[in-house]
C-alpha cells in the first residue's frame, strides 16, 4: 500500500506528539499530531484510495503517514 491515500482529514490543531498533548500515548520527540476530523465525504472521494504523487514520497520514509495539501 505505499503511497495509497487511506484517509483524509480537516486538522482543528496541530500539536507536538508529548504524553500530555495526547493522553494515553508516550512523548515522540520532533513529531506532531493533530486534532480534527474526517474530512467531508466531496473531499474523501477526490483523495482516497489514489494514490501520493512521488514527489512528495522519499524513498526509505519510514513514517506510514503524509501530510500534504
Known sequence: MQGLIVGAF???KW?????ENFPGRETVEG???FY???API???KLYIGKRT???YR???A???IKYTW
Open 53 to 55: 504523487p512521488d514527489a
Open 62 to 64: 519510514s513514517n506510514p
Open 42 to 44: 466531496e473531499f474523501k
Open 31 to 33: 513529531r506532531y499530531g
Open 10 to 12: 480537516v486538522v482543528e
Open 36 to 38: 480534527g476530523e474526517e
Open 58 to 60: 522519499k524513498k526509505g
Open 15 to 19: 500539536l507536538e506528539a508529548t504524553a
